[in-house]
């Protein structure tokens, strides 16, 4: 899907975790003309594994009124005692209409409320998150986020 095929109001972004049976869909999107320059695309082995292993959270991007599947998102390090999650992929097909920056948002806020204690320290309230090695784009990007 392109740019303003259609407008999908950020307001209502979902994430939900990803299923064995939405690979098919993840596979799709990484082989997007739009996005495969910006990620290397996995093998349905290594997301099936990001789906079960508890380290992981592998979320479908869903958007509109409907459950509009626009992309995904990986977390990695969940379970980490250093108090550091990674943001290992997020790809959203649909460009310009804020939902990458929507999205960013949402795992912003589950970082800091939804992640075991181990990850959401007191020190984690300031609000404070700093993000490293990120590439700017709204169709993809890996970013390293540690909890300060």
């Known amino acids: 899907m392109a740019t303003g095929d259609s407008v999908l109001p950020a307001t209502q972004l979902r994430l939900r975790p990803t299923m064995l049976s939405d690979l098919d869909f993840v596979l799709t999107v990484e082989q997007d003309r739009a996005c495969r ?7 349905r082995t290594q997301h099936e594994g990001a789906v079960r292993f508890p380290d992981f959270r592998h979320f479908i991007v869903e958007a ?3 459950t509009q ?4 998102v990986i977390l990695q390090g969940c379970r980490s005692r250093h108090r550091s999650v990674e943001l290992k992929r997020i790809v959203i097909q649909v460009q310009g209409q804020g939902l990458g920056r929507a999205c960013l948002q949402q795992l912003k806020r589950m970082a800091f409320r939804d992640l075991p204690t181990s990850c959401t320290s007191a020190a984690s309230h300031s609000g404070r998150f700093r993000s490293s ?3 700017a784009s709204s169709r993809s990007t890996s970013t390293t986020s ?3």
Do not use: H, M, N, Q
């Open 37 to 43: 320059p910006y990620i290397t695309p996995w093998e």
């Open 64 to 66: 509109g009124a409907g």
């Open 69 to 72: 599947a626009v992309g995904f």
């Open 133 to 135: 090695s990120a590439k």
């Open 146 to 148: 540690r909890l300060e």
